[in-house]
């Protein structure tokens, strides 16, 4: 039945409606009232550009970004590290050996060393030991092995100077409302090598005359401290406190915590021993809500995902391919954190989303735009996905949904 309208029951509402409408005389035929959106600002989920369109071309370059914005990304997504000579630089990690062709070139093999990076020893390259000179000799690798490898080494390392240019200039020339959305990555590593991200975030974004709460900017970061240092120091756009975990437990559909993804880098070095999961109670959300504007909590705390078991309390291999994993594993009931963080005036800001079968739930059916509509009904503010086309593609079947 119903095989062709996906939310028979919504339909059917909206007929109702303007049933109603007819038959009050309201004139002939009155466009049935749209179905609200359930987010904060009661307008649709915007569409993040997670590290540009990084299922596609190789993350973090400007285009990546680009490729982001013609998919119809409302904002494009850097995080940002710091150069030798202190510039900011897009890339996910200090250590920038997964991410471009460096341990390719024999030029900087002696630069190869081993730092701690909140708390954990990495051994590779890193790029505050790098100038921006050097930097832009690099190209950037994709990360993923099953996506497409026939751009590595391209694309060069774009500075985050670059990307406001890049976005300013599809502004104007597409009239659309395009944002940018700077992470501070590992701000207390970089503060502790002298190379502290938020005073040259916050010039940069002055620079770009986008330092107010309605400038195209949502400054994001894992470490509260981070987010509070920049609003003492005169950022006013809106920002984001973005909350993590370490993995699932597939037999509880619990999210586990394991440093140095058990809490923010900032709490582990004051004593502060709380989780992550401090943040999404009640007083976590209203503590936030006195120096951010909204939360970005990794998926699961939202929407726990959980496996069967069988009789010796194994994870059942639901989907038969010899494995028990998480495609084994199907979606739970929502929690309330959408509703909780919108009762505290929060908005809420969900990652990562992806296409790959291997990063689907088993009640997904293989199909990624399942998991996005599952997240918009629900009222989420928006999210972060490495294809912004899917993610564009599964909101516009939303949109028809509310019958927008
Ligand atoms: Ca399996």
């Known amino acids: 039945m119903h095989v062709f309208a996906p939310t028979p029951y919504l339909r059917l509402s909206v007929l109702a409606g303007a049933m109603l ?14 179905l609200s959106f359930k987010t904060l600002a009661n307008v649709q989920p915007l569409v993040i550009g997670h590290r540009g369109a990084s299922g596609h071309l190789p993350e973090h370059t400007l285009e990546s970004y680009s490729r982001a914005i013609e998919m119809g990304a409302d904002f494009v997504e850097p995080d940002l590290v710091a150069t030798k000579d202190g510039v900011l630089i897009a890339r996910h990690e200090p250590n920038i050996t997964s991410t471009t062709n460096v341990a390719a070139l024999a030029q900087f093999a002696s630069r190869k060393t081993t730092r701690k990076v909140d708390g954990v020893d990495e051994t590779g390259w890193f790029a505050s030991d790098f100038t921006l000179a050097e930097i832009k000799t690099l190209g950037a690798l994709i990360t993923d092995a099953e996506r497409p490898q026939q751009f590595n080494g391209l694309y060069k390392i774009p500075t985050l100077q670059e990307i406001v240019d890049l976005v300013k200039a599809r502004r104007a020339a597409t009239g659309r409302d395009i944002g940018i959305y700077p992470e501070t990555k590992h701000p207390t590593f970089h503060r502790q090598l002298g190379l502290g991200l938020e005073d040259r975030l916050i010039a940069a974004l002055n620079a770009a005359g986008w ?8 400054v994001q970061s894992f470490e509260p401290g981070s987010l509070k240092e920049m609003r003492g120091k005169g950022l006013a756009t809106r920002m984001i406190q973005l909350i993590d975990g370490d993995d699932y437990d597939l037999k509880t559909g619990r999210i586990t915590y394991a440093a140095p993804f058990d809490r923010p880098y900032d709490w582990a070095v004051s004593g502060d021993t709380r989780l992550f999961s401090a943040m999404v109670t009640p007083a976590g959300l209203a503590e936030i809500k006195t120096y951010a504007d909204g939360i970005g909590p990794w998926k699961p705390y939202i929407v726990p995902v959980k496996g069967a078991l069988d009789a010796a309390g194994n994870l059942r291999d639901v989907n038969g391919d010899g494995k028990a994993n998480y495609n084994d594993a199907s979606s739970q009931p929502a929690t309330t954190l959408i509703d909780d963080a919108h009762k505290a ?10 296409n790959e079968q291997r990063r689907l739930a088993f009640d997904y059916n293989k199909d990624p735009k399942a998991e996005y509509l599952q997240f918009y009904r629900l009222g989420l503010d928006g999210l972060f996905s490495d294809f912004p086309d899917t993610a564009i593609e599964a909101r516009g079947s939303y949109l028809k949904e509310l019958g927008r």
């Open 21 to 34: 409408l007819t038959a009050c005389g309201g004139g002939s035929d009155p466009a049935p009232a749209p």
């Open 211 to 218: 330092n107010s709460r309605t400038a195209p900017v949502l």
């Open 345 to 354: 005036g929060l908005f809420v800001h969900a990652y990562t989303f992806r």
